[in-house]
Structures are given as structure tokens and as C-alpha cells.
T-cell receptor, first 115, second 111 residues
Framework: DTGVSQDPRHKITKRGQNVTFRCDPI?????LYWYRQTLGQGPEFLTY????????KSRLLSDRFSAERPKGSFSTLEIQRTEQGDSAMYLC?????????????FGPGTRLTVL | GQQLNQSPQSMFIQEGEDVSMNCTSS?????WLWYKQDPGEGPVLLIA?????ELTSNGRLTAQFGITRKDSFLNISASIPSDVGIYFC???????????FGTGTRLQVFP
């Protein structure tokens, strides 16, 4: 049984650098979500995909952020020109689209530290 | 961003005690989910609730979907040390797929 996996688990970068994170959802799940969590807060929604289509983006997702899910399987989240305020835990979740049910299962997260 | 109100913010209890926490909102939700998060890890789904008034159990955990659809409750019976962590409620509104999370309840269990 493989759950949601994320890579890397930790990333330290210098301000201004670009970073890319990867998420592999549970294999039969067609929906994939990205959330961001800062210290002491609950996760906040960033964006989500149904198969390869990006269906919604939060206002939190500035133009420096881009997410893709090219083949409807794994997804990448790229942050360009990182800022110190981007330091957070980036969480990926997946779910299986089913009428009235939407249980989202989370991966272990990627902790980003921008120096 | 919007977050749901959870209380208490933190709890310090002795092993064997029961725990109650709640989550409230000013707006209606169609689904309530409860998660537990350990330090440095992602949230783990504990219980999902889909109908107003629904009461669902998962081992020592029991959760309820409030009748007004604006709140939810989680109870843990006979707490054990591995219950330590942060508990988050999360809600889904109708026709949306983005979870809105609560502010979290930090639970400490002393032997």
C-alpha cells in the first residue's frame, strides 16, 4: 500500500533561487491538491487538479508559483525567485472523485526554508 | 486565509482521561474531516463526516457533524501517549473541493 509521497522532504535554498517539488498521489486517485502550512497554522489551499486539468487556484498562488500535472499522475510545484516568506511546509493530497465523498489523503510534506 | 475556529487551543491531560475538542464556523459545511498531525509530518485522516447529526467512531475516537452544519466535535476516550499531536478539523463547502482547516488543538498526554 503506497500512500501519497513527496520529494524532497526538506529543501533549503537561498532567496532568489528557483525550487521544484514533486508529489506522487495514491495510484488510483484522480484529484491532486497542493496546500501550504506555516508554523502554528492549519494548511491553506493553493491549487488542485482533476486528472491533468488545473481546476482552481488560490489567491495565495502568486505568479511566481506554478503547478503542473502533465499526465494526470504525479504533479510538480515550482516556486521562482523564492522569498523568505515562502518558507513553509508544502503539502500534497490526493482523493478519488466520487459523488458526495471527498476524503483527501496527505503526503509527508516538503519543508522549504528560504535563507 | 480563512480558518475555522478550534477549541481548546491546547490540552494537557493525564493518560487514561477522555478528551473533547470542537470546531466552529460562521458558515455551513457539507463535509467535516478530522486529521491528526505529528511534528514534521503531513496530516493523517482520522474520521470523515457527511451528514448533519452524523456520529461516527474510529476505535477510541468519536466525531459528530453538528446539526446546524456549522460545527463538529471530536472525542478521544481513554487517551494514551501516542495520542499526542495536533488535531485539525477541516470542512468542505458544497460544490467545492478545497479544504478549509481549523486552527488546531495541540494535545499533550502525560503518563
Amino acid at each position: 500500500d503506497t500512500g501519497v509521497s513527496q520529494d524532497p522532504r526538506h529543501k533549503i535554498t537561498k532567496r532568489g533561487q528557483n525550487v521544484t517539488f514533486r508529489c506522487d498521489p495514491i495510484s488510483e486517485h484522480n484529484r491532486l491538491y497542493w496546500y501550504r502550512q506555516t508554523l502554528g497554522q492549519g494548511p491553506e489551499f493553493l491549487t488542485y487538479f482533476q486528472n491533468e486539468a488545473q481546476l482552481e487556484k488560490s489567491r495565495l498562488l502568486s505568479d511566481r508559483f506554478s503547478a503542473e500535472r502533465p499526465k494526470g499522475s504525479f504533479s510538480t510545484l515550482e516556486i521562482q525567485r523564492t522569498e523568505q516568506g515562502d518558507s513553509a511546509m508544502y503539502l500534497c493530497a490526493s482523493s478519488l472523485l466520487a459523488e458526495s465523498y471527498n476524503e483527501q489523503f496527505f503526503g509527508p510534506g516538503t519543508r522549504l526554508t528560504v535563507l | 486565509g480563512q480558518q475555522l475556529n478550534q477549541s481548546p487551543q491546547s490540552m494537557f491531560i493525564q493518560e487514561g482521561e477522555d478528551v473533547s475538542m470542537n470546531c466552529t464556523s460562521s458558515s455551513i459545511f457539507n463535509t467535516w474531516l478530522w486529521y491528526k498531525q505529528d511534528p514534521g509530518e503531513g496530516p493523517v485522516l482520522l474520521i470523515a463526516l457527511y451528514k448533519a447529526g452524523e456520529l461516527t467512531s474510529n476505535g477510541r475516537l468519536t466525531a459528530q457533524f453538528g446539526i446546524t452544519r456549522k460545527d463538529s466535535f471530536l472525542n478521544i476516550s481513554a487517551s494514551i501517549p501516542s495520542d499526542v499531536g495536533i488535531y485539525f478539523c477541516a470542512g468542505l463547502r458544497k460544490n467545492t473541493d478545497k479544504l478549509i482547516f481549523g486552527t488546531g488543538t495541540r494535545l499533550q498526554v502525560f503518563p
